[in-house]
């Protein structure tokens, strides 16, 4: 059985295939100078809102881009009245372009229609960002409790479950492979629901109110020049 000869449904599924493995291989090649451009872009993004933000009792924390084995961001932390800093060093390639890549592959692999690809993108690539800056937050305020005394006083139970969360959540490697398929899963369905509710919705109107059902039906497929248009012949 050769490609050409399967159904169009089987078609779809193989060439998003295709365009899956074919952004991954692209995504994730050592392109010269891809590793550290990321590092410093997501850094600085980072940065305006973790350099203004006092941990716990003067604790700071600061990222900063560094090229190392295994390595690409340094997370500086520092404590008000003492001298000396603390460095942790991260792989953003891990905990976020490669996850963000993965989200992106996926749904932009998904035989879906150009506007739904470009809003899920938009969505699952921001959850992505958010969820991978969400675990370096919870590094810089697990290193502060356990490498630095005084600036959280966080009772045992509190404690545990910090590392808890490390544990499972941010350093295992097979987290931040399979939870963005899971996320670009979620993004492709919660926009399959919405359409199916649409639907529903639309169909209840027709026994209704027809004329704002036909709008409804009809507001998609139309541009905004096309809606102006069709607002000023109505008039």
Known sequence: MTALSLPRAGRRWLFAGFVFIAILCLG???WPGTRMSFSHGFSSALNLLVSSTEFGNGGRAELIPKEAPGADV????TVAGQHGHWDIERSLRKFAYLPLLIVSAAILAWPLGARRKLAGW?????LSLTLSAASLWLTIVYSFARAVDGVYRFGPFALESLEVCMRALVLPSGVWKIGPVLLAL????????FLEWRKTVVSRLEGVAPNVAERARARPRQGKR???LARRSAR
Not at 74 to 77: E, H, S, T
Request: charged share 15%; no cysteine.
């Open 28 to 30: 994730a090649a050592p």
């Open 74 to 77: 340094a997370i500086r932390l």
């Open 122 to 126: 938009l969505l699952g690539s921001s």
């Open 186 to 193: 979620t993004v492709v369905g919660a926009q399959h629901v």
């Open 226 to 228: 096309q809606r102006r």
